[in-house]
């Protein structure tokens, strides 16, 4: 810690009642890499922008929390990275409680409106190279972490929880050209994330308020590991349309959602839907998944549902999911697969298994609550 700057010492007052915003980037486009930020809490009336080689550490009780309507427009964050002059790179954080304080800002009603805020607590575009660790993200007014052209990201022993849960309060939101990310030991809590707790959405309607300044693209070599809720929404979304969503491990998961677990629906049934059932596009189903495997999964609902656990509306090259489990009744199918191109299915459950089911286009679904493996391959 030696080589750590006491941001205290630096203008910094961590009482509560100063804006710390200015302070805190003044020394980091100083020239000062390494931060310490200790117990406090440090209310900011802007967005703190991290530079290239930013490493910051921050003491488990430093309280970093945005000001009252200091999230108006739509590149106003808590934390962002200052890609302007290219790619931002060598990043991390560790420690603190980072608050949106979404109670006190707000986006409105209209999602198209181009002057507002997108609601993201930590947004990073064009960023290389980035940890974060050992923290708990707060009461954003959308999504918690959201990036977009992003390569080689860990995030590791994150826990989400907010007093206001609402819709559309995603944890991890990955965009376009999201490459090598590893995710492993997040936590939501008290009802959070609001919506997906992990959302790959290699395409999606970019002129909502989430996706303002995002850019649709390819994903791929993504780890996502022990991932728990107390109650989501949905654990998982994969989102292609387009755009190709490859090599996805994704394991041990836990928790109660009130949707799906795991939703591959193409968007088709959002508020802002990406195409239309008769065009061209439709004609063979959408999406592009390749290499996908999802293992582990042990899931319930606050309530029964006819919903679901697992939807299958987008085009799988090879898809394959093992060792299910939903430990309270689904009130109607476990998986339920539809509007696909041809595609060979293998499934083995307790009770029943069915080994190299060609169908195309026709719905298909399994009532089991516990299934050993589940396989989708598209046939060319």
């Known amino acids: 810690m030696k080589d750590y700057k006491n941001v205290l010492r630096f203008g910094v007052y961590g009482d509560g009642r100063h804006d710390d915003a200015a302070a805190l980037n003044k020394l980091i486009h100083s020239g000062v890499r390494k931060l310490f930020i200790p117990h406090g809490h440090y209310v900011l009336g802007g967005t703190l922008t991290l530079e290239s080689g930013t490493e910051i550490i921050a003491d488990e009780h430093a309280y970093i929390e945005l000001a009252p309507g ?139 308020q989430e996706s303002f300044d995002m850019i649709n693209g390819p994903q791929s070599d993504i780890l996502i590991e022990n991932i728990h809720a107390d109650e989501c929404h949905c654990f998982v979304r994969l989102l292609s349309v387009e755009s190709p969503i490859e090599n996805v491990t994704i394991r041990n998961i836990s928790g109660n959602c009130r949707g799906t677990a795991v939703n591959m629906d193409a968007a088709r049934y959002c508020r802002v839907p990406l195409f239309k059932p008769g065009d061209e596009i439709c004609r063979n189903g959408v999406g592009h998944l390749n290499n996908v495997l999802i293992e582990n999964v042990r899931v319930g609902r606050p309530q029964i549902m006819a919903e679901p656990f697992i939807t299958a509306e987008t085009n799988a090259e090879h898809l394959e999911i093992r060792n299910f489990e939903a430990v309270t009744p689904c009130g109607g199918d476990m998986i339920e697969i539809s509007n696909l191109a041809s595609h060979r299915v293998k499934y083995h459950s307790p009770q029943a298994s069915a080994d190299g089911l060609i169908f195309k286009n026709e719905k298909l679904s399994f009532a089991d609550s516990l299934f050993d493996s589940f396989t989708l391959k598209k046939l060319v």
């Open 70 to 208: 200091a999230q108006k427009g739509r590149r106003d964050f808590l934390v962002t990275d200052d890609s302007s002059g290219g790619t931002a790179e060598n990043i991390s954080i560790s420690g603190g409680i980072w608050d949106g304080n979404s109670m006190n800002n707000s986006r409105g009603d209209n999602l198209f409106d181009t002057s507002a805020t997108s609601g993201a607590l930590f947004s990073f575009r064009g960023v290389r190279n980035l940890s974060l660790k050992d923290m708990k993200l707060k009461n954003p007014l959308c999504y918690y972490l959201r990036f977009c052209e992003a390569e080689n990201v860990t995030l590791d022993n994150i826990v989400f929880e907010s007093e206001d849960v609402h819709i559309n309060q995603d944890g991890v939101h990955l965009a376009g050209f999201c490459h090598r990310f590893t995710m492993r030991n997040l936590r939501g809590v008290n009802g959070s994330p609001g919506d997906d707790f992990i959302a790959l959405n290699a395409d999606d309607c970019l002129t909502r």
